[in-house]
T-cell receptor, first 114, second 115 residues
């Protein structure tokens, strides 16, 4: 069965500092991987996705993520955080065949300090 | 701006009421989803419609009744809900429920409170 682990419940980063949010997955093959962001009172917005090919993927809002098969990880990064990035971030895994049921991690809440 | 529109944004109802949540998308997607999200938790899948047919029901209580009138619309009919059903209800759509390289797009949700 697929599973996703986001080990950090909360992370606080100073504005302008770099950010890395961790995501580890468990899946028998290479899954489809996603990062979503949820601002308070909003739905989930897709930041980026990985299906195959280049292991470094670029997303919206200056985010990027790197797929590392050997570590079963798909960590999200941003070189300089803005106050508006404060939100909940969810990593999700989907199978590469069959019905696309997303398995979400428990989320990481990002706080941005001045 | 989200491409998946949900109404209403907020809904307060009593346990004996009947109400409906609505979701609309105009991206030509053929798969639509209902999720339930409790505070500080990830979304939990409830139902999936694929080509206007219910394909997945994640053992959701019958007091929740989904309906897909056409490929752009998805409803969730509510009746005799319990206080524990208070949550954010999210609608999502994707090109096809069997193609993982077509990600799901979410609406902003309906915040439901059961009195």
């Amino acid at each position: 069965a697929q599973s996703v682990t986001q080990p950090d419940i909360h992370i606080t980063v100073s504005e302008g500092a770099s950010l890395e949010l961790r995501c580890n997955y468990s899946y028998g093959a290479t899954p489809y991987l996603f990062w979503y962001v949820q601002s308070p009172g909003q739905g989930l917005q897709l930041l980026l996705k990985y299906f195959s090919g280049d292991t470094l993927v670029q997303g919206i809002k200056g985010f990027e993520a790197e797929f590392k098969r050997s570590q079963s990880s798909f960590n999200l990064r941003k070189p300089s955080v803005h106050w508006s990035d404060a939100a909940e971030y969810f990593c999700a895994v989907g199978p590469n065949t069959g019905f696309q049921k997303l398995v979400f991690g428990t989320g990481t809440r990002l706080l941005v300090s001045p | 701006d989200t491409e998946v529109t949900q109404t209403p944004k907020h809904l307060v109802m009593g346990m004996t009421n009947k109400k409906s949540l609505k979701c609309e998308q105009h991206m030509g997607h053929r798969a639509m989803y209902w999720y339930k999200q409790k505070a500080k938790k990830p979304p939990e899948l409830m139902f999936v419609y694929s080509y206007e047919k219910l394909s997945i029901n994640e053992s959701v209580p019958s007091r929740f009744s989904p309906e897909c009138p056409n490929s752009s619309l998805l409803n969730l009919h509510l009746h005799a809900l319990q206080p524990e059903d208070s949550a954010l209800y999210l609608c999502a759509s994707s090109q096809d429920s069997l193609r993982g390289n077509q990600p799901q797009h979410f609406g902003d949700g309906t915040r439901l409170s059961i009195l």
